[in-house]
């Protein structure tokens, strides 16, 4: 097994009676940024709900740091590693800034000092939406609301050295306007620059996925068809999404864009 970062391995995946992940092997070490990309029913979200310790693989295994996801307790795995569910409906109508402070309990056990106040909206703050403190989340708009609870997952990160170093995050642009989702992964890649913090995301914006992550891990009908340091080719693309595209490195920044042309072979499902 390997020790240092949180690793899938030939996971396999079946939820009624239906095969969903097919010997799905991915990494994410400390520090990296790694995009999940596929069409929609990829197994995405399954793969990330297994990583996160919240689904048990029927075959394969998950660890963290060299431990098996399966021997570490509830609060333990809370503190190494956080989630970022695709729709994530709250039972109560707490404030954001209460929403945050969740993030915080397997760390404090739910005390609320004003140092831990105070990191709370920090937290906030590097999601820009510190200002939103104290608004009811019911209120907030989806974009907002999504905000807020990346928010909660830095919180339950917490300080450099508190240990809980992965986040994995379904989705986390999809309701975000423009500059939030640029701001969004601009905050993820300094995460991992700076903090050490492994992420793992997934994302439909192929222009997202290119610009900001360190390895692309391309997911078809539960099966990985590709992975790639950070810049897609036009035949993955077909064979992932099947779309024809053009990829260009733009002349005057580093990152690769994407042009799509047309659907690889209409009407095929
Ligand atoms: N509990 C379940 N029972 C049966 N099928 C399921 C279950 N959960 C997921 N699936 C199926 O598994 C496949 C993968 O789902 P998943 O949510 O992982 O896809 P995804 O790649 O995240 O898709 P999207 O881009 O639409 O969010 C889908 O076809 C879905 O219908």
């Known amino acids: 097994m390997e020790s240092e970062g949180l690793h899938a391995h030939a996971v396999e995946l079946v939820r009624h009676g239906r095969r969903i992940l097919r010997g799905v092997s991915v990494t994410v070490r400390a520090g990296e940024l ?3 990309i596929g069409e929609n029913g990829a ?9 996160a310790g919240e689904l048990r693989p029927d075959g ?38 209460e929403v945050v402070l969740l993030g915080r ?18 937290c906030l703050a590097l999601t820009e939406c510190a200002h939103l403190a104290h ?3 019911t209120t907030l708009s989806g974009g907002e609301r999504a905000r ?29 306007d423009l500059s939030h989702q640029l701001a969004l992964f601009e905050l993820l890649a300094r995460l991992t620059r700076e903090s050490g913090i492994g992420v ?15 390895r692309i891990v391309v997911l078809r009908g539960g099966s990985v068809v590709g992975e790639t340091p950070g810049s897609l080719d036009e035949e993955l693309i077909r064979t992932a999404f099947g779309v024809e595209a053009e990829v260009r ?11 799509l042309n047309r659907v690889a072979h209409p009407g095929a499902g």
């Open 249 to 259: 490195r733009h002349p005057q920044v580093r990152h690769c864009m994407v042009a």
């Open 135 to 137: 608004q009811r989340t």
């Open 200 to 214: 793992l995301v997934t994302v439909h914006d192929l222009g997202l996925a290119m610009r900001y992550a360190d």
């Open 34 to 36: 790694v995009a999940v």
């Open 60 to 97: 394969g295994s998950v660890s963290l740091d060299g431990r098996l996801m399966t021997a570490l307790g509830a609060r333990a795995l809370a503190r190494r590693r956080a989630v970022l569910p695709q729709d994530l409906a709250l039972g109560f109508d707490f404030e954001a800034l």
């Open 105 to 122: 309990y397997p760390h404090t056990g739910g005390g609320e000092s004003s140092a831990e106040r105070a990191f709370a909206m920090h």
């Open 148 to 176: 807020v609870q990346l928010a909660r997952v830095l919180a339950q990160l917490g300080r450099e050295g508190e240990g809980g170093r992965y986040a994995l995050l379904d989705e986390p642009a999809a309701s975000l």
């Open 43 to 51: 197994g995405k979200s399954s793969l990330l709900k297994v990583m």
